[in-house]
């Protein structure tokens, strides 16, 4: 069974700190989704990463894939009060089925 | 952008009764998911289809049922509603052709079972 694991499960921070966020698995990956989730509302995407080391930035978020493609990071630079959520990644098993982590929570206070 | 609509944000049923999600995608996608989300317990796949009027098992498909009569659309059903399936519904489409691509979700639909 293909499993992933995010960490920390949650996070709270002030305003202006920086943090990173891990997804493992033990399992090769074709890409990586990850996702950021408010409550009451479905996921949404933020990336895509597809090649081993890859790197992506987006604003202030640098998502990078592991050289295997097991594992992936997202580095928030400055967090805002409006990055929190619910952060969700998710590895696609070359187009068969996609496995998805259990999400970490991440608090952001002013 | 693509767009992933479900027909309701929240809904509140009876035990017992049949109970219809639906979830449309305007993009032409291919395949369809839908999940549930409860706490602790992450988003697990009910069903799925890889196109029209194909479906697929997903890891906890017991009470539920599913169809796929048109390409833009894919309905779940809960044949005979009970509490155990208080939770949120989260529908999501993908292309195919290009590989690797990402799912894309709709807002949720939350259901109580009274």
């Known amino acids: 069974t293909q499993l992933l694991e995010q960490s920390p499960q949650f996070l709270s921070i002030q305003e202006g700190e920086n943090l990173t966020v891990y997804c493992n698995s033990s399992?090769?990956?074709?890409?990586l989704q990850w996702y950021r989730q408010e409550p009451g509302e479905g996921p949404v995407l933020l990336v895509t990463?597809?090649?081993?080391?890859e790197v992506k930035k987006l604003k202030r978020l640098t998502f990078q894939f592991g050289d295997a493609r097991k594992d992936s990071s997202l580095h928030i630079t400055a967090a805002q009060p409006g990055d929190t959520g619910l952060y969700l990644c998710?590895?696609?098993?070359?187009?068969?089925?996609?496995?998805f982590g259990p999400g970490t929570r991440l608090s952001v206070l002013p | 952008d693509v767009k992933v609509t479900q027909s309701s944000r929240y809904l509140v049923k009876r035990t017992g009764e049949k109970v219809f999600l639906e979830c449309v995608q305007d993009m032409d996608h291919e395949n369809m998911f839908w999940y549930r989300q409860d706490p602790g317990l992450g988003l697990r796949l009910i069903y799925f289809s890889y196109d029209v009027k194909m479906k697929e098992k997903g890891d906890i498909p017991e009470g539920y049922s599913v169809s796929r009569e048109k390409k833009e659309r894919f309905s779940l059903i809960l044949e005979s509603a009970s509490t155990n399936q208080t939770s949120m519904y989260l529908c999501a489409s993908r292309a195919v052709f290009l590989g690797n691509q990402p799912q894309h979700f709709g807002d949720g639909t939350r259901l109580s079972i009274l």
């Open positions: 990463v597809v090649t081993g080391g």
């Open positions: 998710a590895g696609d098993n070359y187009g068969q089925n996609f496995v």
């Open positions: 399992s090769v990956f074709s890409s």
